[in-house]
């Protein structure tokens, strides 16, 4: 029996794997382990389905050069060779020839161990992962704010003892039914949910009450709440006055949004906001959670801004079961970006630019400071420039299906062709492995052991339960044997506790200090919330009590506008694309639609009974939707739960990215995923 967590979420729900038979696992609850108390959702409960698949690569691939297919290659062979390649890139166009893309689903020790690849075995400044496309807006701005990026500050179980928790922009009832739980709790005490989201989705109908702006307008709708706040002398002005900065400028910014400027631009009637900014003011503990839904916009940083102001104002943040957080969404989204895979960043969340972190970092790693890249470029432009004169010549892709989850995906799918070499390390053959010159079999999260990091802050050890299939390595050994061919100065580690043992001294002192934890505390602790800067430290599950972690101890109240969405619908294109998720599937799919149980029907079209009608479909009809960068063809699925303005699509099959906009948020540099124009046809 072994404990582990799911391979898919952010809530990294513990579980208890049992082996049947020589290669089967069972996967069972672990009602101990408090996120989720033996809960699993679907995804969960079937985890193992790709145990003994036959969709699962057992060998290295190399495209042969003369037939173009792919074939069965040795590990050295297919090493070999990549090494090889990437040697003449690099002496041929510089270092920065090769890129590397990494993915939030990484466990801690793979995200650190793939940016010490990239800096100190490649020279290459060019690494980036998907992470940026998930939670980058809400890191971006919860840095400005609070001075430091941790989604939740608080274990989310506090939720439950708030009188009123506002979701913008998440539909956790069906990404990660466990933690609905908590919804449910909270009512039951007689506190309120409110749900801000342009689809009345399965956590909107478990809400008390429900708002339903135009994409793209969330921003707007937090300034237009912050106004009444401010207006019915709802502001904790004490807390203001002691805990923050910046809050007049603020406070003269939303005068200009009174609620009926703000109906007219999100569409919420001027009374819902009445009422919910009274249901606010009225309230002790307040706690505001945003997603995807509100971040991935060109302007998610500035909307997750507006509702941190909104939370400040009212004295939330620090509270006990109050404040402010993100719902962070793939399994080490959190972890991920902490440790070195980011283009600008280095473990223990420090700056690449600061002398003082690259003295620091290189010291752990034994080269000199000097020898270290500075920042690349941020994931879709670093993807943007492939194969261009300014661009990578070669890709590493580790933990990433970048075909289906990249925006403007056909444009993305262009640059990959233009490599001279592009190679992906994953479980199966996936969208982008695919159109990969070399791919490398990996273990998948049962087979090896190694932390994520949740989205409480919590760090939790995925434990080895199974050996892997034959012919197929971790990353940590694809790497390792990667850098001793490409001449590293320094040695990988192949071991995960080992590798973790490195990342805590690599984070010492840094914001996401990791040196206190260990193994042994984390399987005694059941996780341990960081910063835990020492072995006698406890952790530190709640943040912000005392002060935040800018250099005065104060939050920053920073000003913003709206700007809306980067495209509006006109006559060609006259409604909002929004895309998402579903509850049986995790991501680009590239796991779950290989798990025979989980339903797979597809992408489909959801629009409303006007729209339909308007256009001449009905329910299962095959419809078309376009945009200025790909259409898409799928089934319509009319439902009145959707504004009548807009549809959605699901992004976890290929399509439903060829459609959204790569405009990206200047701060955080994610893209514009959440909300486009475009036109549906029959
Ligand atoms: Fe839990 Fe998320 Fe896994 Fe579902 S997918 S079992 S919610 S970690």
């Given at each position: 029996?072994?404990?582990?967590?799911?391979?898919?979420?952010?809530?990294?729900?513990?579980?208890?794997?049992?082996?049947?038979?020589?290669?089967?696992?069972?996967?069972?609850?672990?009602?101990?382990?408090?996120?989720?108390?033996?809960?699993?959702?679907?995804?969960?409960?079937?985890?193992?389905?790709?145990?003994?698949?036959?969709?699962?690569?057992?060998?290295?691939?190399?495209?042969?050069?003369?037939?173009?297919?792919?074939?069965?290659?040795?590990?050295?062979?297919?090493?070999?060779?990549?090494?090889?390649?990437?040697?003449?890139?690099?002496?041929?166009?510089?270092?920065?020839?090769?890129?590397?893309?990494?993915?939030?689903?990484?466990?801690?020790?793979?995200?650190?161990?793939?940016?010490?690849?990239?800096?100190?075995?490649?020279?290459?400044?060019?690494?980036?992962?998907?992470?940026?496309?998930?939670?980058?807006?809400?890191?971006?701005?919860?840095?400005?704010?609070?001075?430091?990026?941790?989604?939740?500050?608080?274990?989310?179980?506090d939720v439950e003892g708030s009188d009123v928790l506002v979701l913008v922009g998440s539909n956790l009832a069906e990404t990660m039914p466990p933690a609905a739980r908590h919804l449910d709790r909270l009512r039951e005490r007689g506190g309120r949910v409110v749900v801000v989201d342009p689809r009345r989705t399965a956590t909107a109908q478990r809400a008390d009450t429900f708002l339903q702006p135009v994409p793209g307008t969330d921003l707007a709708l937090a300034l237009g709440l912050l106004h009444l706040v401010v207006a019915r002398g709802g502001v904790d002005e004490e807390y203001v006055a002691a805990r923050t900065t910046g809050f007049d400028v603020v406070r003269r910014t939303v005068a200009a949004w009174w609620p009926e400027r703000v109906e007219r631009v999100t569409g919420v009637p001027a009374s819902e906001l009445r009422a919910l900014?009274?249901?606010?003011?009225?309230?002790?503990?307040?706690?505001?959670?945003?997603?995807?839904?509100?971040?991935?916009?060109?302007?998610?940083?500035?909307?997750?801004?507006?509702?941190?102001?909104?939370?400040?104002?009212?004295?939330?943040?620090?509270?006990?079961?109050?404040?402010?957080?993100?719902?962070?969404?793939?399994?080490?989204?959190?972890?991920?970006?902490?440790?070195?895979?980011?283009?600008?960043?280095?473990?223990?969340?420090?700056?690449?630019?600061?002398?003082?972190?690259?003295?620091?970092?290189?010291?752990?790693?034994?080269?000199?400071?000097?020898?270290?890249?500075?920042?690349?470029?941020?994931?879709?432009?670093?993807?943007?420039?492939?194969?261009?004169?300014?661009?990578?010549?070669?890709?590493?892709?580790?933990?990433?299906?970048?075909?289906?989850?990249?925006?403007?995906?056909?444009?993305?799918?262009?640059?990959?062709?233009?490599?001279?070499?592009?190679?992906?390390?994953?479980?199966?053959?996936?969208?982008?492995?695919?159109?990969?010159?070399?791919?490398?079999?990996?273990?998948?999260?049962?087979?090896?052991?190694?932390?994520?990091?949740?989205?409480?802050?919590?760090?939790?050890?995925?434990?080895?339960?199974?050996?892997?299939?034959?012919?197929?390595?971790?990353?940590?050994?694809?790497?390792?044997?990667?850098?001793?061919?490409?001449?590293?100065?320094?040695?990988?580690?192949?071991?995960?506790?080992?590798?973790?043992?490195?990342?805590?001294?690599?984070?010492?002192?840094?914001?996401?200090?990791?040196?206190?934890?260990?193994?042994?505390?984390?399987?005694?602790?059941?996780?341990?919330?960081?910063?835990?800067?020492?072995?006698?430290?406890?952790?530190?599950?709640?943040?912000?009590?005392?002060?935040?972690?800018?250099?005065?101890?104060?939050?920053?109240?920073?000003?913003?506008?709206?700007?809306?969405?980067?495209?509006?619908?006109?006559?060609?294109?006259?409604?909002?694309?929004?895309?998402?998720?579903?509850?049986?599937?995790?991501?680009?799919?590239?796991?779950?639609?290989?798990?025979?149980?989980?339903?797979?029907?597809?992408?489909?079209?959801?629009?409303?009974?006007?729209?339909?009608?308007?256009?001449?479909?009905?329910?299962?009809?095959?419809?078309?939707?376009?945009?200025?960068?790909?259409?898409?063809?799928?089934?319509?699925?009319?439902?009145?739960?959707?504004?009548?303005?807009?549809?959605?699509?699901?992004?976890?099959?290929?399509?439903?990215?060829?459609?959204?906009?790569?405009?990206?948020?200047?701060?955080?540099?994610?893209?514009?995923?959440?909300?486009?124009?475009?036109?549906?046809?029959?």
């Open positions: 029996m072994t404990h582990t967590h799911c391979p898919y979420c952010s809530l990294q729900c513990g579980m208890r794997l049992e082996r049947r038979g020589r290669a089967a696992l069972e996967v069972q609850a672990w009602p101990e382990f408090p996120v989720n108390e033996g809960a699993l959702c679907r995804k969960g409960w079937t985890a193992a389905g790709l145990r003994g698949s036959r969709e699962r690569l057992t060998s290295p691939l190399v495209r042969d050069r003369a037939s173009g297919e792919l074939r069965a290659a040795s590990w050295d062979e297919a090493l070999d060779l990549v090494a090889a390649r990437l040697t003449a890139l690099r002496g041929q166009h510089g270092p920065d020839s090769v890129a590397v893309f990494g993915g939030g689903g990484l466990t801690n020790e793979k995200a650190y161990q793939l940016g010490k690849l990239a800096r100190v075995a490649l020279g290459t400044s060019q690494i980036d992962y998907n992470g940026r496309w998930c939670m980058s807006s809400a890191a971006s701005a919860a840095n400005q704010a609070f001075g430091i990026d941790r989604g939740l500050p608080f274990p989310l179980a900014a009274d249901l606010l003011v009225g309230a002790a503990k307040v706690t505001v959670l945003t997603a995807r839904g509100a971040e991935q916009h060109a302007q998610g940083t500035d909307t997750v801004l507006a509702w941190i102001n909104l939370a400040l104002a009212l004295g939330m943040p620090g509270r006990e079961s109050a404040g402010y957080g993100c719902l962070t969404g793939q399994g080490n989204g959190q972890g991920g970006r902490e440790h070195g895979q980011k283009a600008d960043q280095l473990p223990g969340y420090r700056m690449i630019d600061d002398p003082a972190a690259r003295e620091h970092v290189a010291r752990v790693w034994g080269v000199p400071a000097d020898s270290l890249p500075g920042a690349g470029r941020s994931a879709y432009e670093l993807l943007d420039s492939l194969g261009t004169d300014d661009g990578a010549r070669a890709l590493l892709v580790f933990g990433s299906n970048i075909v289906v989850s990249a925006p403007n995906a056909t444009h993305v799918t262009r640059r990959l062709e233009a490599l001279d070499l592009l190679v992906v390390a994953d479980l199966v053959m996936s969208e982008t492995a695919a159109m990969a010159d070399v791919v490398l079999p990996v273990t998948q999260w049962a087979e090896e052991t190694g932390t994520m990091t949740n989205l409480e802050g919590r760090v939790v050890l995925r434990e080895r339960a199974v050996a892997p299939p034959d012919g197929v390595w971790s990353d940590l050994e694809v790497m390792a044997g990667l850098a001793s061919r490409l001449g590293s100065p320094v040695a990988f580690s192949t071991d995960a506790e080992e590798v973790f043992s490195e990342l805590g001294r690599a984070s010492a002192g840094g914001r996401a200090d990791y040196a206190g934890i260990t193994y042994d505390r984390i399987r005694e602790e059941h996780g341990v919330f960081w910063p835990c800067p020492s072995a006698g430290h406890p952790g530190t599950p709640r943040l912000f009590a005392e002060s935040f972690v800018t250099p005065d101890g104060r939050a920053r109240c920073v000003s913003v506008e709206h700007r809306g969405p980067a495209e509006v619908p006109c006559d060609d294109y006259p409604v909002h694309l929004t895309t998402g998720r579903v509850l049986a599937q995790y991501q680009s799919g590239a796991q779950t639609r290989r798990i025979r149980v989980l339903p797979d029907d597809g992408p489909f079209v959801e629009l409303h009974p006007m729209l339909a009608d308007r256009i001449g479909a009905h329910d299962g009809d095959l419809v078309v939707v376009v945009t200025r960068r790909g259409e898409l063809k799928a089934p319509a699925r009319v439902v009145s739960t959707i504004r009548p303005d807009t549809v959605f699509v699901p992004f976890h099959w290929v399509g439903a990215n060829r459609l959204t906009n790569d405009a990206l948020d200047p701060s955080s540099r994610m893209p514009e995923f959440k909300v486009c124009a475009a036109a549906v046809r029959t």
